[in-house]
């Protein structure tokens, strides 16, 4: 048991320092949609492990709030190389849209669209975290959206200090699924990946206004990763 545990910490590091990506879940035909939105996109700092040991004056969930939009700008551009893609700002004021979402009790970032929050499907922590939603959730939001396929985001921001030297890096695990006009999630796809710059030393970082790219640049090459992927 103990080495079955040892190989599984062995190859998560190997995943986010590579950023390797892994595929779970059902991965079903993805060839037949042609346009697809961003339904949910959303950001946690993992037990507060970004702000915990910070070094900056800006509060740290102002930092987050600050870029995730820009993240899912991005996301739908890197979308479009391969789909057509109904754009959020576009969508905001559906009504439709809002009527199936769920409200918000995890403690997740979400991006502002003309003053509006985008919705979350879920009270479970699991199952934003993994991309989940009910079925008839998914055939709805198709409708209502005029698409074949939803898309849902979510990255996990935190920090990794280790080496013989115990310097202090951004990490994110990064997730995007897929689900179809069917209610089907057609693909699941995970990358970890590692920022590019050291922060600090021992767990105590900066965090400040440059620096939190290095969690929105770490997750941007994660999901060129996974684009390539599928």
Same mark, same amino acid.
């Given at each position: 048991?103990?080495?079955?545990?040892?190989?599984?910490? $062995?190859?998560?590091?190997? +995943? %986010?320092?590579?950023?390797? =990506? /892994?595929?779970?879940?059902?991965? !079903?035909? @993805?060839?037949?949609?042609?346009?697809?939105?961003?339904?949910?996109?959303?950001?946690?700092?993992?037990?507060?492990?970004?702000?915990?040991?910070?070094?900056g004056s800006t509060p740290?969930?102002?930092?987050?709030?600050?870029?995730?939009?820009?993240?899912?700008?991005?996301?739908?551009?890197?979308?479009?190389?391969?789909?057509?893609?109904?754009?959020?700002?576009?969508?905001?004021?559906?009504?439709?849209?809002?009527?199936?979402?769920?409200r918000k009790t995890l403690?997740?970032?979400?991006?502002? $669209?003309?003053?509006?929050? +985008? %919705?979350?499907?879920?009270? =479970? /922590?699991?199952?934003?975290?993994? !991309?989940? @939603?009910?079925?008839?959730?998914?055939?709805?939001?198709?409708?209502?959206?005029?698409?074949?396929?939803?898309?849902?985001?979510?990255?996990?921001?935190?920090?990794?200090?280790?080496?013989?030297?115990?310097?202090?890096?951004?990490?994110?695990?990064?997730?995007?699924?897929?689900?179809?006009?069917?209610?089907?999630?057609?693909?699941?796809?995970?990358?970890?990946?590692?920022?590019?710059?050291?922060?600090?030393?021992?767990?105590?970082?900066?965090?400040?206004?440059?620096?939190?790219?290095?969690?929105?640049?770490?997750?941007?090459? %994660?999901?060129?990763?996974?684009?390539?992927?599928?």
């Open positions: 048991m103990k080495n079955n545990l040892m190989k599984i910490a $062995i190859l998560a590091t190997i +995943m %986010a320092f590579t950023g390797c =990506v /892994s595929s779970s879940g059902p991965q !079903g035909n @993805i060839s037949a949609i042609s346009k697809v939105a961003v339904v949910s996109f959303s950001v946690s700092d993992y037990g507060g492990s970004v702000s915990s040991g910070s070094i740290v969930a102002d930092l987050i709030n600050s870029t995730v939009t820009k993240m899912l700008n991005d996301t739908e551009d890197k979308l479009g190389s391969k789909w057509n893609v109904a754009k959020a700002s576009a969508f905001i004021n559906n009504s439709g849209y809002h009527d199936l979402s769920s403690s997740v970032f979400v991006p502002q $669209i003309n003053g509006k929050e +985008m %919705a979350v499907f879920t009270q =479970v /922590s699991k199952e934003i975290k993994g !991309g989940k @939603i009910d079925p008839q959730t998914a055939i709805d939001l198709c409708k209502a959206l005029n698409v074949d396929g939803i898309v849902l985001v979510f990255s996990e921001w935190t920090s990794k200090t280790g080496g013989y030297i115990p310097l202090t890096k951004a990490l994110t695990k990064n997730v995007l699924t897929i689900w179809d006009s069917n209610g089907r999630q057609v693909t699941k796809k995970r990358v970890d990946m590692m920022g590019k710059k050291t922060l600090g030393f021992s767990g105590v970082k900066a965090v400040n206004e440059n620096t939190i790219n290095e969690w929105s640049d770490s997750f941007n090459r %994660a999901m060129d990763k996974i684009m390539k992927s599928i």
